[in-house]
């Protein structure tokens, strides 16, 4: 009878370690009594079943970062939708000579929808995740994934979130009666910053400077500056722990804003190891991306997709929903002053 021929060390590795793993994930079911222990060492167990060399970095990149900012579109979409049937509600009742029920105006509508704008930009931009500054893509080029398709859907929503929190903090301004103006009243201080920020990225993807997003850093950093002295004004003025929980949250979210950027974000401009990756385009163009789904910039660019992603998009979604509960309540108390 002729020989059969050897397997071939790494299959016969990954087939053992395959069944090895399986049998000891149904062992342990049998033999644990601990739900949390038993959850850990089946994780543990069937890791090799689908762990790559970066299998941790595509299971977030492809499921975990993409659920997280669709969630939140999902989220935002339902505030904006309960916040638009009260607005309706209120014009029906206004229109029929009845005083409304509900106290909510225009700005409730612009805090949701620029909520749901941004949350959609974020999911996105999860699921074409690309890295502008070195024309890079993880997915495989096209018309929707490309640095200038990226960078037109981040101009939209980074616009809108900006336009929420300052709808916000004017509209809380006033429930809370606070005399002197704060930042965010201020239009020009408002939309100026974002527009210099969003004009400084457009030309780093355009003319291939990365280095024009060390620029837009510092803009943001300023604006979260404003936001951060403006948050501070709100909570010093908070009587309800809802509103001294959301303000005091969202001072925390600017100060870690300025924070990101100055300590993680722009010093990879400055060090050496960073130059290649982080500043320097690899190859792709502003209209079509190089793929390469195991560049180490992903790992290195993985607190800034982590971030802006799961933890802007949800941020956003808060700020919504901290206003339908507590930024409705101010038009009872300031009639004239209400902006709707």
């Given at each position: 009878?002729?020989?059969?021929?050897?397997?071939?060390?790494?299959?016969?590795?990954?087939?053992?370690?395959?069944?090895?793993?399986?049998?000891?994930?149904?062992?342990?079911?049998?033999?644990?009594?601990?739900?949390?222990?038993?959850?850990?060492?089946?994780?543990?167990?069937?890791?090799?079943?689908?762990?790559?060399?970066?299998?941790?970095?595509?299971?977030?990149?492809?499921?975990?970062?993409?659920?997280?900012?669709?969630?939140?579109?999902?989220?935002?979409?339902?505030?904006?939708?309960?916040?638009?049937?009260?607005?309706?509600?209120?014009?029906?009742?206004?229109?029929?000579?009845?005083?409304?029920?509900?106290?909510?105006?225009?700005?409730?509508?612009v805090v949701s929808v620029c909520s749901m704008l941004f949350a959609g930009s974020?999911?996105?931009?999860?699921?074409?995740?690309?890295?502008?500054?070195?024309?890079?893509?993880?997915?495989?080029?096209?018309?929707?994934?490309?640095?200038?398709?990226?960078?037109?859907?981040?101009?939209?929503?980074?616009?809108?979130?900006?336009?929420?929190?300052?709808?916000?903090?004017?509209?809380?301004?006033?429930?809370?009666?606070?005399?002197?103006?704060?930042?965010?009243?201020?239009?020009?201080?408002?939309?100026?910053?974002?527009?210099?920020?969003?004009?400084?990225?457009?030309?780093?993807?355009?003319?291939?400077?990365?280095?024009?997003?060390?620029?837009?850093?510092?803009?943001?950093?300023?604006?979260?500056?404003?936001?951060?002295?403006?948050?501070?004004?709100?909570?010093?003025?908070?009587?309800?722990?809802?509103?001294?929980?959301?303000?005091?949250?969202?001072?925390?979210?600017?100060?870690?804003?300025?924070?990101?950027?100055?300590?993680?974000?722009?010093?990879?401009?400055?060090?050496?190891?960073?130059?290649?990756?982080?500043?320097?385009?690899?190859?792709?163009?502003?209209?079509?991306?190089?793929?390469?789904?195991?560049?180490?910039?992903?790992?290195?660019?993985?607190?800034?997709?982590?971030?802006?992603?799961?933890?802007?998009?949800?941020?956003?979604?808060?700020?919504?929903?901290?206003?339908?509960?507590?930024?409705?309540?101010?038009?009872?108390?300031?009639?004239?002053?209400?902006?709707?």
């Amino acid at each position: 009878m002729p020989a059969m021929p050897a397997m071939p060390a790494s299959q016969e590795s990954d087939t053992c370690s395959g069944s090895v793993s399986k049998a000891s994930a149904f062992e342990l079911i049998e033999g644990s009594d601990d739900l949390l222990l038993l959850l850990a060492k089946v994780v543990r167990a069937s890791w090799p079943l689908w762990g790559a060399q970066h299998g941790w970095l595509d299971l977030l990149f492809d499921v975990v970062l993409p659920l997280a900012a669709g969630m939140a579109l999902l989220a935002s979409g339902l505030l904006a939708a309960r916040q638009a049937a009260r607005f309706l509600e209120r014009q029906c009742r206004a229109s029929c000579g009845r005083r409304p029920r509900w106290r909510f105006g225009r700005k409730g509508l612009v805090v949701s929808v620029c909520s749901m704008l941004f949350a959609g930009s974020c999911f996105y931009r999860s699921v074409h995740v690309a890295d502008e500054g070195a024309m890079l893509c993880r997915g495989a080029p096209s018309a929707y994934n490309a640095p200038v398709s990226g960078r037109l859907v981040a101009t939209l929503g980074e616009i809108a979130l900006v336009a929420q929190i300052a709808a916000y903090l004017d509209d809380t301004a006033l429930r809370l009666k606070i005399p002197r103006q704060l930042w965010a009243t201020r239009k020009r201080w408002t939309y100026a910053p974002v527009l210099l920020a969003e004009g400084l990225s457009w030309s780093g993807v355009l003319l291939g400077e990365p280095r024009f997003f060390c620029c837009e850093y510092v803009v943001w950093m300023l604006m979260a500056g404003t936001w951060a002295w403006d948050s501070a004004e709100l909570l010093h003025k908070s009587a309800c722990w809802r509103d001294s929980l959301g303000h005091a949250s969202l001072l925390a979210a600017s100060a870690g804003l300025c924070f990101f950027n100055a300590c993680i974000e722009i010093p990879h401009f400055f060090l050496q190891e960073g130059v290649a990756s982080a500043t320097t385009p690899l190859g792709g163009s502003a209209f079509r991306c190089l793929q390469d789904a195991y560049s180490p910039v992903w790992l290195k660019r993985l607190p800034f997709f982590v971030t802006y992603m799961f933890g802007c998009s949800w941020s956003s979604v808060a700020i919504s929903y901290h206003y339908l509960l507590r930024g409705s309540r101010k038009t009872r108390r300031h009639p004239a002053a209400a902006s709707g």
